[in-house]
């Protein structure tokens, strides 16, 4: 069976030459099937209950179940989706893929046995990995119309736009697509998960039109302690994302791990640092939201940099989204809620560009593909990672353009006045989320 797993050995492979190659062994091996079992889990982990809980404290408190329902809805929905189609589409079933999308030889799991394998792991074990990065993308897009969006539409967009977008851009990456086969680098989803979910956030946001009161009523976080344990959950959650895409208990998750970490603990002192400088006093939501974009930023290049180009990798990352969420926010006048494209967005188009520049067979910070290399003319990667983001953001674009306009017509994406001024958590679901007597 063809898939990330596979294409990515190939990838480290050629990469990292002064690690003993990977292995391609037909047996199973309880080492890496136990190691992406708990990665698994800790993707998993990183959207309930921690995106929730990162997301529910930065809107106001009479909105906070809504976001809360939103993440564990979705993570209900788009788990059966992924399982009844949206697993086939992007890996189908067969060796050889087409260039656009899976073969549908594997609706409902039905060409997996307890005995298949993907490499040296259970294929259902790689499945059921996949299905975690197809609930946390679409729940990122929820910070963007946090507050005002209907919780029928936001279903059925949500729904639609994972099989429409997320699934077959993940099929061009990782399941044997056309730019895997341009040699796109993305290893752990810069572009599968950060861009798409970014440009569909962004979308959003102009279509829906912004908050009531924006920009000139202050909407602050409603519970900073929620966010920061959201936060940490993220950090913590994030190494089954980065690290767990290695599908192998070795040096290359090792690695991954590492840089991951170093990425996010410079990212959150960048950003921190931006913020004292400007405004005078280093913020609490400002530090974690650092490590957030330090984190979405070295997610495409996990694999394939070393630890300096890291530290480089997070420096930038919590610089530029710092910056990309002001001029989105006080210039543009964009009401992107909880700063989804100028975090995740802004920094998974960095991350996956830079992989261009570091990627390196001798972990090097400056001798990366994108100046050259073995078989690689100057430039030659660089002009991949750039086809890969251009390509990933004007199709997400323009598909999530169309599915917000069809849902609006069919069911009205936006709550009333009323309700958006009482607050989702009643006008939607009945419910308080503090209900202090």
Same mark, same amino acid.
């Given at each position: 069976?063809?898939?990330?797993?596979?294409?990515?050995?190939?990838?480290?492979?050629?990469?990292?030459?002064?690690?003993?190659?990977?292995?391609?062994?037909?047996?199973?091996?309880?080492?890496?099937?136990?190691?992406?079992?708990?990665?698994?889990?800790?993707?998993?982990?990183?959207?309930?209950?921690?995106?929730?809980?990162?997301?529910?404290?930065?809107?106001?408190?009479?909105?906070?179940?809504?976001?809360?329902?939103?993440?564990?809805?979705?993570?209900?929905?788009?788990?059966?989706?992924?399982?009844?189609?949206?697993?086939?589409?992007?890996?189908?079933?067969?060796?050889?893929?087409?260039?656009?999308?899976?073969?549908?030889?594997?609706?409902?799991?039905?060409?997996?046995?307890?005995?298949?394998?993907?490499?040296?792991?259970?294929?259902?074990?790689?499945?059921?990995?996949?299905?975690?990065?197809?609930?946390?993308?679409?729940?990122?897009?929820?910070?963007?119309?946090?507050?005002?969006?209907?919780?029928?539409?936001?279903?059925?967009?949500?729904?639609?736009?994972?099989?429409?977008?997320?699934?077959?851009?993940?099929?061009?990456?990782?399941?044997?697509?056309?730019?895997?086969?341009?040699?796109?680098?993305?290893? !752990? =989803?810069?572009?599968?998960?950060?861009?798409?979910?970014?440009?569909?956030?962004?979308? #959003? &946001? *102009? /279509?829906? %039109?912004?908050?009531?009161?924006?920009?000139?009523?202050?909407?602050?976080?409603?519970?900073?302690?929620?966010?920061?344990?959201?936060?940490?959950?993220?950090?913590?959650?994030?190494?089954?994302?980065?690290?767990?895409?290695?599908?192998?208990?070795?040096?290359?998750?090792?690695?991954?791990?590492?840089?991951?970490?170093?990425?996010?603990?410079?990212?959150?002192?960048?950003?921190?640092?931006?913020?004292?400088?400007?405004?005078?006093?280093?913020?609490?939501?400002?530090?974690?939201?650092?490590?957030? !974009? =330090?984190?979405?930023?070295?997610?495409?290049?996990?694999?394939?940099?070393?630890?300096? #180009? &890291? *530290? /480089?990798? %997070?420096?930038?990352?919590?610089?530029?989204?710092?910056?990309?969420?002001?001029?989105?926010?006080?210039?543009?006048?964009?009401?992107?809620?909880?700063?989804?494209?100028?975090?995740?967005?802004?920094?998974?188009?960095?991350?996956?560009?830079?992989?261009?520049?570091?990627?390196?067979?001798?972990?090097?910070?400056?001798?990366?593909?994108?100046?050259?290399?073995?078989?690689?003319?100057?430039?030659?990667?660089?002009?991949?990672?750039?086809?890969?983001?251009?390509?990933?953001?004007?199709?997400?674009?323009?598909?999530?353009?169309?599915?917000?306009?069809?849902?609006?017509?069919?069911?009205?994406?936006?709550?009333?006045?009323?309700?958006?001024?009482?607050?989702?958590?009643?006008?939607?679901?009945?419910?308080?989320?503090?209900?202090?007597?």
């Amino acid at each position: 069976m063809f898939g990330k797993g596979n294409l990515q050995r190939a990838l480290l492979a050629s990469l990292f030459l002064s690690i003993p190659s990977l292995s391609f062994a037909d047996d199973l091996s309880g080492a890496n099937t136990a190691w992406i079992l708990t990665a698994t889990a800790l993707v998993l982990f990183m959207t309930i209950p921690g995106l929730s809980l990162f997301y529910g404290g930065l809107v106001r408190s009479k909105n906070v179940l809504s976001v809360l329902m939103q993440c564990f809805t979705l993570t209900c929905l788009m788990s059966i989706l992924w399982f009844v189609v949206g697993y086939t589409m992007a890996f189908g079933s067969l060796d050889e893929q087409g260039a656009f999308i899976g073969d549908f030889g594997n609706v409902l799991f039905a060409a997996m046995t307890v005995d298949s394998l993907n490499g040296d792991i259970p294929a259902v074990l790689f499945a059921a990995f996949q299905m975690t990065f197809a609930i946390i993308t679409p729940a990122l897009i929820v910070g963007a119309f946090a507050e005002r969006m209907r919780f029928s539409s936001m279903l059925l967009f949500s729904s639609a736009w994972l099989l429409l977008v997320y699934a077959p851009v993940c099929h061009w990456v990782w399941g044997g697509g056309w730019l895997a086969e341009m040699g796109f680098l993305d290893f !752990a =989803g810069g572009s599968v998960v950060h861009i798409t979910a970014a440009v569909a956030a962004l979308v #959003a &946001a *102009l /279509v829906m %039109g912004p908050r009531r009161g924006f920009p000139t009523t202050v909407m602050m976080p409603h519970n900073m302690t929620m966010t920061v344990t959201g936060a940490g959950m993220l950090w913590v959650g994030w190494f089954g994302f980065n690290a767990g895409s290695a599908l192998a208990a070795n040096g290359n998750a090792a690695m991954a791990l590492l840089v991951t970490h170093i990425s996010a603990a410079a990212g959150s002192l960048a950003w921190m640092a931006c913020e004292w400088v400007r405004h005078g006093k280093p913020s609490v939501l400002g530090i974690v939201t650092g490590m957030v !974009a =330090g984190l979405g930023t070295i997610t495409p290049a996990s694999g394939s940099v070393g630890p300096a #180009a &890291a *530290l /480089v990798i %997070g420096l930038c990352a919590g610089v530029i989204c710092f910056y990309a969420t002001m001029f989105v926010k006080q210039r543009l006048k964009i009401d992107d809620s909880l700063d989804v494209f100028p975090v995740h967005g802004v920094g998974g188009i960095l991350g996956t560009f830079l992989v261009g520049v570091f990627c390196s067979t001798e972990l090097g910070v400056f001798s990366g593909l994108g100046f050259g290399g073995d078989n690689a003319t100057i430039g030659s990667q660089l002009k991949v990672q750039a086809i890969g983001i251009v390509a990933t953001f004007g199709y997400t674009a323009v598909v999530s353009w169309i599915l917000l306009k069809v849902v609006d017509a069919l069911l009205g994406l936006r709550v009333s006045e009323d309700q958006e001024t009482e607050g989702l958590d009643i006008a939607l679901h009945e419910e308080r989320g503090y209900d202090i007597r």
